[in-house]
């Protein structure tokens, strides 16, 4: 007969029993109704016609994180204790297939089930974007998805250990409880906490990866017997809970809340006070490509320095003007600056890329989730920003100028006329 | 009887059981230090409910560890040699699920995956011989969530034949099936026994006359027989009677002998019982049957390791 030994490659096996799991899981009526119901979940978050493209990835991201976090929770926690419902256990475990290889290949296949509901719900919010306007920017979904896809990751992981050791799926759901904590906890807790921001992304796939071989050498011990844990579970549990630890350690000591409030350069870009008259606050932050950047590179021009954020839809649209502004004012020296105000780092860059927008949008690194709205950046604070949109415009010399709040900053012609009226006084 | 197959043509196998113990957590007592060899043949473990005849089988299967004593497969011990152990055995529980969405084909599919047999062709062609054998061909496309009890009996005899064990264990295979598929089982493990060494665990009667070389019988987690079929007719033998009676009388005699059948006829009973000396005229010396001597064997009062 041809056998193999637990010393053998996994991977034949592995991708043969995975495809067994997804086999089995297809059929369920359950999963072909999860399918429809993400997809309809995806119409419902993902469209507004006045909204761009990236606003319709980031809150089908967000809304995927946040409710699709708890259904993998719950979806994992029974894929776990599946042998034990269906009374298979005993078929199973009596073959000689090593433990770590079943174990996996289960958390695969219900991970992809995972992966394809959603996928339709990014469907559903393409589609529904799709009705309300042209599709330009298309990929913006694509970081999106992976960002939801790695936070799935973790809350199935999490859930899948749980579970699997403890034999019962409630033992798995409790992973559902963290998520409600920090969900209520959003204004305490500090950022490293949240998987789903995208400066954590990396720590939490080193941390699921690290949870999921510590669950495939913990399961079953027993039934080795004298044979020890293949090599690649002996190995891969300790390695990736060691670069999980450093993971975190740099996002915690990079500067994320409540931590930001000790870091000196955040410190005095907070301190700073801008009024109208006076000059501008300046700030060295990260823009779209990672480049830190700040007021000082842009001597001499007219600034349009604007804070929005993607948790703001309005503010969004705010980005295509200012788009507009540096394609006709730019040559005569007009400079637009987008300042993110969100927790997540990487919404920036999604914005950025997903809107073709031609000018810098940086992140406030500093931003945190408080419920007021001068506490919520040091930029913010510095600003004395109390409602998002606002665009603070300067002359060349950054003394701010203009302030225009809300609907003024991106409809009727408030921000036209401030523009050619702050160039006609200083013309280039 | 059994119909008698060829010789075992390559089962050298031997399972040793020394002194094996088994307590759960719970502080239920599964074996009680049990010593017993097994060989060639069908070997049948005899007992009602709850006599450790499951208990015994997971050990052996390697589904639970034993609280002390040693169990040898081909001289792998149980605690140790677990994978070596499973790569020589097929078990079919007594209880088990299948995955319903699954077709008969694609569970044994599965199945053989798990016993490492990773070449889709031989993989294909075990499967195939095994859906013949069980008579299973017309329904392998169909989802085994919909199959009757022996169709899944079928499917788990199939599943436990996969690696071509030596080792065969079947818990209970005919409890719950009606009689038609209970005979095409027995007739399965009839055909099979000459191949390898099968130890079926039963509490019908039936079972061991139609399948078993040798017989175990527990009661309370202790062997209170081991030995052949002849063997066990002979532990009876002479003890065995039939007294005429009226309903009147029948709980006078209850009381007195251990009762193994009865029969009416007419308004009379005859009474089948099982006693060392003949207690009076009425009664008739008749053929013993193994259902006699099990009854005389789990009979209450009687110690283990006859």
Redesign the interface.
Known sequence: ??????AASPV??IF??TR?EW??GR??PVFRLALVAAFVFGLSVGGDPSHGVALSAFATAEAACQYMGFIAVVWMALAAVRETT???D?????????SEW?ALSKFIGAYIQLLAMLLAMFAGGIASRSFAGPMTGLEAYLPQYFRAAAVLLFTSAASYMLALLFDSALAGATIGLYWLLIAAGKAFLGKYYFPMYSQNLTAYLCLSLALLFTTLYFYRR??????PASPWVRAGAPLFALLAAWQFWLVIMTGHDPDVHENQGMIRMTEQDTTEGGRAAGFMLPDQRGKLTGLAQFDGKILVIALWSPRDPDSVLLLDRLNDVAAKLGPAGVQPIAVTICEDVGASSLFAFGERLNYPVVADWGTFNAPKGSELSPIADAYRCNALPTVYITDRRRNVKTTLVGIDSYERDSLTNALQQRLAEEPR | MKPRTACAWRSQLKVEIQKLRKEYDNGVVGLQCMDLTITDGVFALLGPNGAGKSTLMSIL???I?PTEGTALIDGHDV?????AI??L?G?L?Q????????SAY?TL???A???????PA?RQK?IEELLARMNLTDVRERAVGGFSGGMRQRV?LA?ALL??PRLLIVDEPTAGLDPEERIRVRSLLAELGGERVILLSTHLIEDVEAVADRVAILHKGELRFVGDVAGMLEEVRGKVWQIDATPEELPGLRGKYLETGMLREGGRLHIRVVAAERDGERFRAVEPTLEDAYIWLMREGVDGDQ
């Open positions: 007969m041809a056998t193999s030994s637990a034949a096996p043969a029993l067994v086999r089995i059929r369920s269906l009374r298979t005993i078929l199973v475990f009596s073959k000689p297939q090593p079943l027993a039934r080795r017997g004298s044979r | 299967a390697t589904l560890d605690r140790h040699d677990k994978d499973r790569q055995l078990y529980p209880d088990f699920g299948l995955y319903p969405v699954l694609e599919d599965y199945m995956l798990l016993c490492n047999m990773h070449d031989v075990r788990g599943q690696n071509s």
